[in-house]
């Protein structure tokens, strides 16, 4: 024993004790030595024994939580009916340790049954349940969100302004380096891969009409909308997850405020006005970064760049992309808030709901870009 004891080596000796067994485990039982416990307690389980069993971890140097559960699931593998083998010799180091596994119901370790048709139907009627619970909240904070519009503008005095211009600030102003940056390095990857793919017939100066509707149109807002998704639709879930998890949202209510009114409002408003403002310096940045990389890569100069530019588009182009910015800005707002509301006290909830967040802003904005592309050319637009 003394010889297990000084290199760490766990062991799982099985001695007869009066009408039963003693199951003495000694030396580390941690994750460190995780392929050795992993056979040993499979030994142990394998073999079985007749009576009551004493599991005896007096002799346990160090346990960690893996050593913890790996001693749990033997007692419940090796329980009979309602006889249960006993932990004896367990120190006040450990006690809670072994107390907590415990607590862990036996179907969070269960391994996964094998895939069957039941099943693979099971788990597309969970994600369609899943799917219709989307919607359903997003039409319920969509609701909410218009009647507290309509009673601030019934009580006008009511509404906040220091927190809109401050979150204004944050996804407006703050933001706008970040998307300056990355739409101007678009539009000069479309620029250069343009005039590559145009030169090819002499046609380099068609790389503008390209450049310019495809920026005004479509992918200026796009990726502006992607951008802000990714950066202020986190953040809005993380905050109101974050006052979730404190219980600042029921102490809101217990005061009497609607949290609606209080703390969604004012980042909602935030958000369409500064997703305009955001898509058309976007569409700025890019047109300029096309134009530096057409006139350094394809010759073509600033002026005929201009001249070009002033042909290929007209103020619908201009106008399709302002239209889409609101609508997309409050989808991304909306969807925000619900995953944001529905963050439950931990921080592995606050996480998974703000990735969630995230690409469900992502997946609407893109669906609404599509939308909107089918509407505009049914009207001519």
């Given at each position: 024993?003394r010889e297990h004891l000084v290199n760490g080596n766990p062991t799982l000796e099985q001695m007869p004790l009066g009408t039963g067994v003693s199951l003495r485990a000694a030396g ?354």
């Open positions: 024993m580390e039982w941690t994750v460190h030595h995780a392929p050795d416990l992993e056979k040993i307690v499979m030994r142990a389980e394998r073999q079985g024994a007749e009576g009551g069993i004493i599991i005896d971890v007096s002799q346990v140097a160090r346990l960690d939580t893996f050593g913890a559960w790996l001693i749990e699931r033997m007692r419940r593998n090796l329980t009979r009916g309602d006889v249960s083998p006993r932990i004896a010799g367990l120190s006040a180091d450990y006690a809670s340790l072994v107390e907590e596994v415990q607590r862990v119901k036996e179907g969070d370790f269960r391994k996964k049954e094998p895939l069957s048709i039941v099943r693979a139907v099971e788990a597309v009627g969970r994600s369609v349940v899943e799917i219709g619970g989307t919607l359903l909240g997003l039409l319920n904070m969509a609701g909410s969100i218009l009647y507290a519009m309509g009673h601030v503008l019934i009580h006008p005095r009511s509404f906040r302004l220091t927190s809109t211009v401050n979150h204004l600030e944050q996804v407006c102003w703050r933001a706008v380096p970040i998307v300056l940056l990355i739409t101007f390095l678009i539009g000069c990857i479309i620029a250069q891969q343009g005039i590559f793919h145009f030169r090819k017939f002499g046609a380099d100066v068609f790389v503008v009409d390209m450049l310019g509707v495809l920026v005004l149109r479509e992918l200026g807002v796009l990726l502006v909308a992607i951008m802000v998704a990714g950066r202020s639709g986190s953040a809005y879930t993380a905050e109101l997850g974050s006052m979730r998890m404190r219980e600042e949202v029921d102490a809101l209510r217990t005061m009497g405020f609607d949290p609606t009114e209080v703390l969604i409002l004012p980042r909602i408003v935030a958000l369409i006005i500064a997703m305009p403002v955001l898509a058309f310096l976007g569409a700025m940045s890019a047109l300029y970064g096309g134009c530096l990389v057409a006139w350094g890569y394809g010759g073509v100069q600033p002026d005929a760049f201009l001249a070009r530019l002033k042909e290929a588009i007209s103020l619908s182009h201009f106008a399709v992309g302002l239209i889409k910015a609101p609508f997309m800005a409050m989808m991304i707002g909306v969807v925000a808030c619900v995953e944001g509301a529905a963050v439950k006290g931990s921080a592995e909830s606050l996480g998974r709901h703000t990735t969630a967040s995230v690409v469900k802003s992502i997946f609407f904005v893109i669906v609404m870009d599509g939308l909107f592309a089918i509407f505009f050319a049914t009207i001519d637009m």
